[in-house]
């Protein structure tokens, strides 16, 4: 063999995989099926090490189940609507689509040269229109079946870029593009009935076995379901229409310890106030905050006494006064609330600021009243006595006073138990131009009405400008403006586009049969689905893959998936990140300057740039562009070739952690594998009749790598399976076996190095005599008598302390294990002559020796 080539020997061997075809998904019924896939990208330039890593992950499984007979789904797509490619046109010019093709295009070229298993011939961006074409046509079937509507709702509005922002666009209350203050506006929205699913999506979590736990439990808490009471307090001085405020509490047994109700500054009740200029300001003034949970429970608890006042339900000479207040969600519960301040640390502010009343309802086991500096919120399970309880002056569980306050109302009449879900209804609108239409046309005879599907797609026009702020598609005439397609009149069209992550709650599906006049076809779908094995960040441990399930649920309703995949990704697995260090020097006014991993000279003296200068290194870190520790793929795979690429971001640490990146480490993998290559290249100049006395040995070790590697791969152990490979290649440099022994096993290794070094992998499959190519030959089996150990290693003890080990027959009688033990020189170099007192054998555990 020549030497070791990777420029030479990957691209090559990456055109015959393409000329046979080894990749590409069939559905094949006399074959199990195995659907791996990995979150798709968002094309944003350039891939970075961290997909390398995940890629690679998705590929060593798709390529493992080839070689064990599966046909096997490994696609990929773009995740290729949203903000970013509309701002790069605001800020350079040019146009979102060109954009974001010539990334996809840049990204696909860069992808390419990793040797991934991977079928290019189901490719598809989102932005495509036969792909939004028929998410349209999904809409369209969602609102047939109530599972789509719209309703007004607050979001948070940037006044300069006249568009809504997601929470994580919003800033220390700044639009994060424009830096204008952030506004709470009242818009009128679309929505998908994800709440009608909530107790459906949080039970099924307990089926999700091959799931992490971590996921399932941030998807049971986001879901957040609660068991609580409402009712409704009779208001005095309260507007007609507004004889009652509904209120929902998931902590009834608190409610003798009351001192105020609040509503949300979105609550009906406070819109109808809002006619007194006091309170239109007071309102104006908590809408100039984020919508977020969050944001509202860490902004500054601020309040405005509406002079009206509700009756106790338990008293009706007991009168709270009703305040607005700025904390209160509207879209949760009712946006109303009871204000227990002894109990709940915002309230408890809340009452400080304005000087309420603060009386505890109960404390803590064995403790008397007495006022209180902060709020006590002891858990529900804890014991607590209450002093102001249902059940009188008793100890109890915050959890048992909640059940006897439900059922105190109940049996009084004056509230009901509910349970309710945090989980709220998907906002999908969004007001901009690059993202997939809504489908449906506002006639002022007919109302909203869906576009005919033989319409669609609903495409975006190519002819828009962003030299002015807002949504383009607003201000464009000859798209917006249309005629009905229920009675003809004029009409215009929905201008807000879809939520981007629609566009990737059913990309899965859409692989299945990418080229289909349908968003799915009923073979294809049922043969595919489910995925076998999803891959993807823990960063989407909650929105997407809950929205990818509701989804998958509001397909089956209607027609789209089978039943068996309204949970559809089998298993999941959430990979850790690629970090790097950080190379910073400072400006002369003292600000961190960064500088690439290239631009930087490692030595035993420290770093320094290549002209000298000192450089600061700092810990590992995510790797960041705006930090410049980024490692290219690309000048690693040139350097060193992909494969060495693949073998270091999968050897280094559990895939389920962080890896460190290291020039040391790339130098250390290549290393390897050119190890390996000269051993494929000595083993092949050896004569056809050579012999040696290792052949049973290397027969055992050749058996065990491959059961090791197989459990390693299938466990997501690949760090395991690769600490094994590594093994096995010193056994084999070392090993003195017959011509056919060592040829046997330098095959096997490649073929369990393949799903990490494809292209090496090949090579010395070829040049070894093996059938076909490596990437479609069967997965080596290990003979099971080959797994008995029919030997044990045994410890030796002297006096307590290891000092030797020997390795035995396993059924050898103990009084020849004890001559052995005895005879061995490293025994007999601590022994010094002195006599031995007594020796313990343990069968294949230890020996045991007292002198």
Known sequence: MSRYDPAVIEKKWQDAWDQAGCFTARRDPARPKYYVLEMFPYPSGRIHMGHVRNYTMGDVVARTKIAQGYSVLHPMGWDAFGMPAENAAMERGGHPKEWTYGNIADMRDQMKPLGLSIDWSREFATCDPEYYGQ?????????????????????????????????????????WRSGAAVERRELTQWFFKISDYSEDLLTALDGLKDWPEKVRLMQANWIGQSRGLQFAFETVGAPAGFERLEVYTTRPDTLLGASFAAISPDHPLAKALESDPKVAAFVAECRKGGTSAEEIETAEKIGFDTGIRVKHPLDPNWELPVWIANFILMDYGTGAIFGCPGHDQRDFDFATKYGLPIKPVFVAEGA???????????????????????????????????????????TNGYGQGVTKYRLRDWGISRQRYWGCPIPVIHCATCGVVAEKKENLPVRLPDDVTFDVPGNPLDRHPTWRDCTCPKCGAKARRETDTMDTFVDSSWYYARFTSPHAATPTDAADVDYWMNVDQYIGGIEHAILHLLYSRFFARAMHKTGHLPAKAIEPFNALFTQGMVTHEIYMTRDGNGRPVYHLPEDVIRSESGATLKDGTPVEVIPSAKMSKSKKNVVDPMNIIAQFGADTARWFVMSDSPPERDVEWTASGAEAAFKHLTRVWNLCSRIGELPADHTGPDDDMLRKATARAIHDVTQGIETFAFNKAIATLYAFTNTLAKADASTPVMKEAIRTLAKLMSPMTPHIAESIWTYQGGDGLCA????????????????????????????????????????????????????????????????????????????
Not at 153 to 175: C, F, R, S
Not at 382 to 406: L, M, P, S
């Open 776 to 851: 479609t030959a069967p997965w080596p089996k290990a003979d099971p008598a080959l797994l008995v150990d029919d030997t044990v290693t045994l410890p030796i003890q002297i006096n307590g302390k290891r000092r030797a080990e020997i390795t035995v027959p396993k059924e050898m009688p103990a009084s020849e294990v004890e001559k052995i033990a005895l005879a061995d020189e490293a025994v007999i170099r601590f022994l010094a002559g002195q006599p031995v007192k007594k020796i313990i054998v343990v069968p294949g555990r230890i020996i045991n020796v007292v002198v």
């Open 368 to 410: 008397d009243e007495a006022p209180l500096a902060e709020a006590f919120v002891p858990m529900k399970s804890e014991r607590v006595r209450y002093v102001r309880g249902f059940a009188g002056d008793a100890v109890q569980t915050g959890d048992q006073a909640v059940a006897a306050a439900i059922a105190h109302a109940e």
């Open 135 to 175: 998410q349209q046509a999904m809409f369209i079937d969602m609102m047939e079946k109530g599972l789509v509507y719209r309703k007004n709702a607050v979001v948070n509005w940037d006044p300069v870029d006249m568009t809504v922002l997601a929470n994580e666009q919003v800033i220390d209350g700044k639009g």
